[in-house]
């Protein structure tokens, strides 16, 4: 039987400074991102977003905007992952610098190309970036390269 996996993803930009919080991931899915993770059993998606970001970075985020979504469907097992993306510069508190997960700091947008990011990362960011694509899918298995197309 196929899964479903939901997740999201949160991409946190400072209004005074334009810079934006990225997890430097240790532990699953190494490299940089921004900060997330899966959606509980009974939980709404914005929910899921809120928790994940308050237990990996410290912050209370709120006024989430929708981004779109990456959505990897497997083609032999069916199996889908289902990445829920939002963004955001309405946030609280103080940031968790260092936890199991990785680091967690602030860099420009632009520095980010340049920097080893997590596998498939580099991917998300024109649904964050830009306000041209509402979706970003993959057809993809273990034996096989992948390519995202955006819609």
């Known amino acids: 039987m196929a899964k479903v996996e939901l997740t999201n993803m949160v991409m946190i930009q400072d209004k005074s ?4 919080l990225v997890q430097e ?37 709120k006024n989430l905007r929708s981004c779109g979504v990456v959505h990897w ?11 829920f993306l939002f963004k955001t510069t309405d946030f609280e508190g103080e940031i968790i610098k ?19 990011t997590a596998n498939g990362f580099h991917n998300y ?8 694509y509402s979706e970003a899918f993959a057809s ?3 034996d096989e390269p992948y390519e995202f197309v955006y819609k």
């Open 125 to 132: 960011l024109p649904l964050f970036l830009e306000d041209r």
């Open 98 to 116: 260092e936890m199991e997960e990785g680091k967690n700091y602030w860099i420009s947008v632009d520095e980010l190309s340049g920097l080893k």
């Open 25 to 61: 991931r240790t532990k699953s899915w190494k490299g940089l991102a921004f900060p997330g993770g899966h959606v509980d059993e009974g939980e709404s998606i914005v929910d899921s977003a809120i928790r994940e970001v308050k237990e990996e970075t410290g912050l209370d985020v």
């Open 73 to 83: 469907s497997n083609n032999k097992t069916f199996d889908r992952f289902m990445v």
């Open 140 to 142: 993809w298995n273990d």
């Open 17 to 20: 400074t334009g810079k934006v």
